[in-house]
DNA sequence: TACGCGTGGGC
DNA sequence: TGCCCAAGCGT
């Protein structure tokens, strides 16, 4: 590790640690944050479920139209699960959206409107895991809870250099406990911000800002040959490489034609757009039927009605978390079937389709600005 | 328990 | 550019 002695640590302590995070949370933290105006738990609630996994800069705007559109957990509750995907829609990890508006139900139903106090009671509720609940609880509150992120395992690990572990689970409960005994007895809703906003602001993944930290040389991976951790020293900057790292699997990429169907006759073009399931990727979603195959998706066209013409348009890539896709637009011209009754489908507007819960890529080549746009690759003609 | 789950910022 | 990674959770 860094090679300092232990009893050179001046961060002695858990009310040593706290008390310096304090003071330089109040000084230098962040103050101005959307979510910071209020202690209302709903309105916590609700930035701590689209902040997971998800920067600042993107939550903000959504943040804005769910305040605006749903103003307490009531509305929120009793809007349909539809209109809560639609909001959503392009903030991704959708499961999310439907945990978010079941827990809205479950404050309603079960609690009056009133979102439970301890963070034990929080946890149970739908969508809210161990940090989120001691987030919600020590902000609304000052309950005395440990949140652990990514900016906390990382400050956490760099700070106390923490050693390696056998394994991710071990790492993980050595995480925990360590920022369960860091909580201070008061002023933990500051403490708990001054977490957040030392890993956002100053002891970043890259380029850590040292000299501006409050703990100063009694950090122990300051100074450290590697402190943003490539190296053999790796585990104590980078807490997610703590346990010896699985080989990385190869990225995989997966081609998907999405079937692009238009109804000819309408006068504004006319889309169809089938719900995807519960599971998988994009859940509960608007999206353009998928399909392996270019058959196989003439053959779904020729079932809503009689196909005019067809052009594959070029494909683009869409990068998930571990996985590629390659997507293949194959945009048909239909005269509908009079009588087509799919349970998860239905013809739209264009203009009332992106007004739907669409994933981005699906979003993007329906507004026409896809990396590719409207490139024709093959082109043809059915009934002539 | 390890893995699936989206999208965009930033370097 | 191609990565890393972001106020994690549920299963």
């Not at 509305?75 to 978010?100: I, K, Q």
């Amino acid at each position: 590790m860094s090679g300092k002695p232990a009893a050179a640590l001046v961060i002695q302590g858990p009310q040593r640690f706290a008390e310096r995070l304090i003071a330089w949370q109040r000084e230098h933290g962040r103050h101005g944050l959307p979510w910071q105006a209020s202690r209302d738990p709903y309105r916590v609630w609700l930035s701590e479920i689209m902040l997971q996994q998800t920067q600042v800069s993107v939550v903000a705007a959504y943040y804005a139209r769910f305040l605006q559109r749903f103003p307490s957990v009531r509305e929120l509750a009793a809007a349909s699960l539809d209109e809560v995907l639609a909001l959503w829609s392009g903030l991704g990890y959708y499961r999310r959206a439907r945990h978010l508006h079941q827990c809205a139900q479950q404050v309603c139903t079960l609690n009056g409107g009133e979102f439970p106090r301890s963070a034990e009671a929080l946890r149970q509720l739908a969508g809210i895991g161990r940090s989120t609940a001691a987030a919600i609880a020590a902000f609304c509150h000052g309950e005395r809870a440990a949140i652990l992120d990514g900016n906390v395992k990382r400050v956490l690990s760099r700070a106390y250099a923490m050693p390696q572990q056998t394994s991710e689970a071990a790492a993980q409960r050595a995480l925990w406990h360590l920022a369960e005994a860091l909580v201070p007895d008061r002023d933990v809703a500051a403490y708990t911000q001054g977490l957040m906003d030392l890993g956002a602001t100053v002891c970043k993944p890259r380029n850590p800002a040292c000299g501006q930290c409050p703990f100063g040389d009694d950090c122990r991976t300051r100074g450290a040959e590697d402190p943003e951790g490539s190296g053999p020293n790796a585990m104590a900057a980078r807490p997610w490489v703590a346990a010896r790292r699985k080989p990385a699997a190869p990225r995989r990429t997966q081609r998907w034609i999405l079937l692009w169907a238009e109804d000819v006759r309408a006068a504004a073009p006319s889309i169809w757009l089938e719900r995807r399931g519960a599971a998988g990727i994009w859940p509960g979603l608007w999206c353009l039927p998928q399909f392996d195959t270019h058959e196989q998706a003439l053959h779904h066209a020729g079932l809503l009605g009689v196909v005019q013409s067809h052009d594959a348009l070029a494909p683009s890539t869409h990068a998930l978390t571990h996985l590629d896709l390659q997507l293949s637009p194959l945009r048909v011209r239909i005269e509908p079937r009079p009588a087509v009754h799919e349970d998860s489908g239905a013809w739209f507007p264009l203009r009332a389709a992106l007004e739907l819960g669409l994933p981005a890529p699906v979003r993007s080549l329906l507004q026409g600005h896809g990396p590719d746009d409207d490139a024709v690759i093959v082109s043809g003609t059915v009934g002539h």
